[in-house]
């Protein structure tokens, strides 16, 4: 039996995979387990059709794949580079401890891009769960971003069979990019700003009790309510609170960018924090998450702020 490691999301958070094999003797079939989605297990044809087009010769064996651990649902195509090494790499003596490995497989064996590894990566990387991956190479530049992990970007499966084979000379292919904006630096902390302001304080007329509140709210990463009759600026001067706040830090930064992809945005990297403005008519499960048939992320837990005391002002 041989291992590797993957991961899938638990609400915002991921949560690693074991992705385990067999391939035995017996009538040929192709099985995965562990409560799998219908993306992954759609990725026996994928896998079959990247190994067959890439003149490797599918065993005609009985193999069964285990997404460990089975209480969790699954879900995503990143594990089909996975389960397509596991196969070319059953009886190789390559060790794959340590190793995750993340990637679709196109029919002609190309690994595409997926814009869920970054917050999923990132979120392992976080917790301190990963040193070391292999994934798309079109995905590279996005992951360079996050610290303390190394990547092997492939183009193909056949590229990451080489790769896992010839471990002791294979290197990451880039190193940690910087975030290209300016920063303060403070006790061995970088703070990035930026001076690009599409909204800005001086479009509010009046009001100096409330832009008063707002710079102390912003000053302190305090909550702020504001109250007042319809059109008398609060909207305004909420949109433009997101600039005035404190700057960012790298990880502060590279968390934003991970909640622009959750919602389905190509994440930009800018020290601008998270502005949430749903509607009035809103229902509660797409506020607070949930749903009748499978649980989702709502605008809160798209928007983590931080808070030590409120503020209230009429206007």
């Not at 297990?41 to 059709?49: A, D, G, L, M, N």
């Not at 003149?55 to 064996?61: A, I, Y």
């Not at 229902?283 to 998450?289: D, L, Q, W, Y």
Request: with cysteine; charged share 20%.
């Amino acid at each position: 039996m041989k291992k590797v490691r993957c991961a899938t999301y638990e609400g915002i958070d991921a949560k690693v995979v074991d992705v385990e094999s067999t391939l035995t003797k017996g009538l040929p079939s192709f099985s995965i387990v562990g409560m799998a989605s219908t993306a992954i297990t759609e990725s026996k044809e994928r896998v079959k059709s990247a190994l067959l087009s890439n003149d490797f010769s599918f065993p005609p064996k009985r193999i069964t794949f285990l997404l460990a651990p089975s209480e969790l649902a699954k879900s995503g195509s990143q594990f089909d580079l996975s389960m397509a090494l596991l196969i070319l790499l059953n009886e190789s003596d390559a060790d794959l401890n340590g190793w995750f490995v993340f990637g679709e497989l196109g029919l002609d064996g190309s690994v595409k891009e997926n814009i869920q590894l970054y917050p999923l990566i990132l979120s392992l990387a976080n917790q301190g769960l990963i040193s070391q991956a292999v994934v798309p190479y079109e995905s590279l530049q996005k992951l360079s971003k996050i610290p303390n992990v190394s990547f092997y970007g492939v183009k193909s499966v056949n590229e990451a069979v080489s790769l896992l084979k010839n471990q002791e000379t294979a290197t990451p292919n880039i190193e940690q990019s910087e975030i290209g904006y300016p920063y303060y630096q403070l006790e061995g902390q970088r703070y990035y700003y930026t001076k690009e302001y599409t909204e800005d304080f001086i479009d509010v007329k009046g009001q100096e009790i409330a832009k008063r509140a707002a710079l102390i709210a912003a000053a302190g990463f305090h909550n702020i309510i504001f109250e007042g009759s319809p059109g008398c600026g609060k909207s305004m001067i909420a949109n433009r609170l997101r600039y005035i706040l404190p700057p960012m830090t790298e990880s502060e930064i590279l968390d934003v960018a991970k909640l622009e992809v959750l919602e389905g945005y190509e994440p930009e990297f800018k020290p601008h924090r998270t502005l949430k403005n749903p509607h009035h008519s809103s229902t509660p499960a797409s506020i607070f998450g949930g749903g009748s048939h499978k649980a989702k992320i709502g605008e809160v837990g798209l928007a983590p702020m931080l808070s030590y005391s409120n503020i209230k002002c009429n206007i």
